[in-house]
């Protein structure tokens, strides 16, 4: 149950200690950052021989800066300081904008950060489907040296990352904004403040003749790992975008069976991805104007 | 009325609980054991989600209670009744289940 092992709660001050901690307590230490999972970990037993809880509040990881690559945003960056950021509101990054605005509550998003949703790799959070749709990188440092994985390589199964207990997930990296692109993210929940039954993200740029160039489509919550549909892209590439071919592709769509979960099955998901992918698509074309 | 301000609010309070029963409200159960034993899983309605309830009070004395009282309390709880009707009316299906999740309505328009 709770963290019974617990020793101690330590703040460091810089990546450098942090990443010091977690090789000195390697499989005893976690990390911490707004602490919203942190229950469900207990409730879950998964804390077990947990002795160390490691707040990374004070490492610096706190920011969204803008750079030649892209945009980087800072692993305790909150959901709040995603949604008050004008940058989120271009077409290109508003799926993330989207996402990070219908996590609830408003006090969840006053301390849920960007790093602890992609690390608890948990399928029906919104923001890491944001972050899969918008082709995110994330940057993983550990005493070792970094590696840069896309963000969707990272997701295991239910709270378990693939990222080693030495390694710290540092920062995402966003790409450069393109032309004639937008991003959209819809998500179906049962009541106002929920998590989502299923979730759809799309990313849809258009060629200079108003073809669809490239399609990048996301299922939330409907596999155990953010599921990419690829279908969509197969079928639309080089189309023109009406609504024969969105009609056409809400019956070719899913190309995979989807999970059960508590609040939904999988023959439900299975009828309403279609409609929130119509949705979707519909919001990013708005968006393209 | 003994008190105004009481029945409305036993009234309203009611209504919720009953809307919650009707809508969201489902132990879910697996080889004897619950599956959603917490208030994340187990859906109570939100104030959200709550439209704006009215209430009028129809002063009926009840004869055998104090000075002609008549306890509010489990009224309001009728909206639990009230919204299969509507649904069924609606849909113009039999519905025999609580809570009425939109995939219930589906699989019922689909049956």
């Not at chain 1, 490691?54 to 980087?72: A, F, K, R, S, T």
């Not at chain 1, 605005?101 to 949703?117: A, F, H």
């Not at chain 1, 450069?176 to 049962?190: G, P, R």
């Not at chain 2, 009230?82 to 113009?92: E, F, L, M, R, T």
């Amino acid at each position: 149950m709770a963290l019974f092992d617990l020793k101690d709660y330590i703040k460091p001050n810089n990546i450098q200690e942090t990443l010091k901690l977690l090789t000195e307590f390697k499989g005893k230490a976690k990390i911490i950052a707004g602490g919203t999972v942190l229950h469900e970990l207990s409730e879950r037993n998964l804390l077990e021989g947990i002795e160390y809880l490691i707040d990374i509040e004070n490492i610096g990881l706190n920011y969204i800066n803008v750079e030649n690559d892209g945009i980087h945003i800072g692993a305790t960056t909150t959901f709040n300081q995603i949604v008050s950021n004008s940058l989120f509101l271009k077409p290109y990054y508003y799926a993330l904008y989207l996402a990070a605005k219908g996590v609830s509550s408003y006090q969840v998003r006053n301390v849920g950060t960007v790093g602890g949703s992609i690390c608890s790799s948990i399928p029906f959070l919104d923001v890491p489907n944001a972050l899969v749709t918008l082709d995110a990188k994330a940057k993983i440092v550990s005493l070792a040296g970094e590696r840069i994985v896309n963000v969707e390589e990272i997701f295991g199964g239910m709270f378990s990352p693939n990222i080693s207990d030495d390694e710290l997930l540092t920062e995402v990296i966003l790409p450069v904004e393109e032309e004639k692109t937008a991003s959209y993210y819809v998500k179906l929940t049962e009541r106002s403040y929920d998590y989502a039954i299923v979730s759809v993200g799309v990313k849809l740029k258009l060629s200079s003749e108003g073809k669809i160039d490239k399609i990048k489509t996301v299922f939330g919550n409907f596999q155990t790992t953010p599921f990419v549909e690829k279908k969509v892209e197969e079928i639309a590439k080089n189309k023109y975008i009406s609504d024969e071919l969105i009609n056409y592709i809400m019956q070719q769509i899913p190309s995979v069976e989807p999970i059960d979960s508590i609040n939904a099955s999988s023959w439900y998901k299975k009828k309403v991805i279609k409609v929130l992918f119509r949705d979707a698509v519909k919001g990013a074309l708005m968006l393209l104007g | 009325m003994i008190n105004p301000k009481l029945v409305e609010g036993q009234i309203v309070g009611g209504s919720a609980m009953g809307l919650s029963i009707a809508l969201f409200e489902e132990l879910k159960w697996e080889k004897g054991y619950p599956l959603n034993a917490n208030f994340a899983d187990y859906k109570l309605i939100q104030q959200a989600d709550l439209p704006e309830i009215i209430s009028i009070a129809t002063e009926t004395p009840m004869p055998h209670g104090p000075y002609g009282a008549r306890g509010v309390g489990e009224a309001g709880l009728l909206a639990s009744d009230a919204i299969p009707n509507a649904v069924s009316n609606a849909i113009g299906k039999n519905v025999n289940k609580i809570p009425i999740t939109p995939e219930y309505i589906l699989r019922l328009l689909e049956s």
